[in-house]
């Protein structure tokens, strides 16, 4: 009886709250008397734990000629009940909760470490989202978050994913519009941005099994995260079709200035670094698909 009692008590009863209604279910009707001695819950305390039971819409009392017995509600009601009750209650915290996050000035960003703790942060983002959501991602990471993004398209969130591998084919696990082209370099580590109704964000960076992940509802940020992919994805479709007729179509001011930009990596102008990206990328062009894995 002893993790049936515990199941009950994490739902809410007291230990002896639990003991006396399993041994109500077991035998009954009883008396307080019986069940104090059929139960083991203390004699003083048997009428109180009653009490709190019937208001719990757990028992319910029987007046005969042999006086007051009590008897269990069946146990799949108490559930269903319990079930409904919790529902209420957790959805009332999650509109109060809601409103006081808005109200709140201040958001911090929260740190994660470990490639796990990372994933369990994602995760979490992806089901939070309701309307849209926005993913750059690397195969393995695509991969780890596979049943949740389905989950989200289930629900009718659009989604846009940046596979930032670039990879030529499907693997299956990037799904909504995708978008494929490589960028940065697996000596840098493989990013992972996650942006669920432009609410929250989370950034990560993998490497060698091990991450270091950033979560936040900072507006800046999450804009910030928003953009980049945005943008990544624009830019290099804008490049895309430039294909070396840049110096046909853009000016020798634009030019320099592009050149000027430079890049994260160094030693190139910022045109050759989109380059570098772009040829690398086979079927860049958007796929939109219920699953990608499908095709």
């Known amino acids: 009886m002893t993790a049936v009692a ?3 008590v994490r739902l809410g009863f007291s230990r002896y709250e639990a003991q006396a209604y399993l ?3 077991r035998k009954s009707p009883m008396n307080g008397y019986e069940l104090a001695k059929e139960s083991g819950v203390p004699r003083p305390n048997i009428y109180g734990i009653l009490e709190r039971l019937e208001e719990r819409g757990a028992v319910m009392r029987a007046e005969d000629a042999r006086g007051t017995h009590f008897i269990p509600i069946a146990s799949e009601e108490l559930l269903a009940r319990l079930h409904s009750e919790f529902g209420r209650t957790v959805a009332d915290a999650k509109a109060l909760l809601a409103e006081t996050s808005e109200r709140s000035p ?3 960003v929260m740190n994660a470490r470990g490639y796990g703790p990372a994933i369990a942060l994602a995760q979490d983002l992806v089901r939070n989202a309701a309307q849209e959501l926005l993913l750059a991602v690397w195969p393995q990471e695509a991969a780890a978050l596979d049943a949740e993004v389905l989950d989200a398209e289930a629900r009718g969130v659009r989604i846009t994913t940046l596979c930032l591998a ?6 299956g696990h990037c799904h909504g519009e995708v ?4 960028v940065g370099a697996d000596k840098s580590g493989r990013w992972l941005v996650v942006v669920p109704d432009a609410a929250e964000m989370l950034s990560a960076e993998v490497k060698e099994g091990d991450a270091l992940a950033a979560r936040t509802r900072q507006k800046l940020l999450v804009e910030l995260a928003s953009w ?3 943008h990544t994805i624009a830019v290099a479709s804008l490049v895309k079709d430039l294909a070396g007729r840049e110096r046909e179509i853009l000016s020798p001011e634009t030019l320099d200035l592009l050149r000027s930009i430079g890049s994260a990596e160094g030693g190139r102008d910022w045109l050759e670094h989109m380059r570098k990206i772009i040829p690398e990328t086979a079927g860049s062009a958007p796929v939109n698909s219920s699953s990608e894995g499908n095709k």
């Open 6 to 8: 515990d199941s009950l």
């Open 23 to 25: 041994t109500l279910l």
């Open 106 to 108: 201040w958001q911090p």
């Open 228 to 230: 980049y992919i945005r």
């Open 166 to 171: 670039g990879c030529p084919h499907s693997c």
């Open 179 to 182: 978008h494929r082209y490589r």
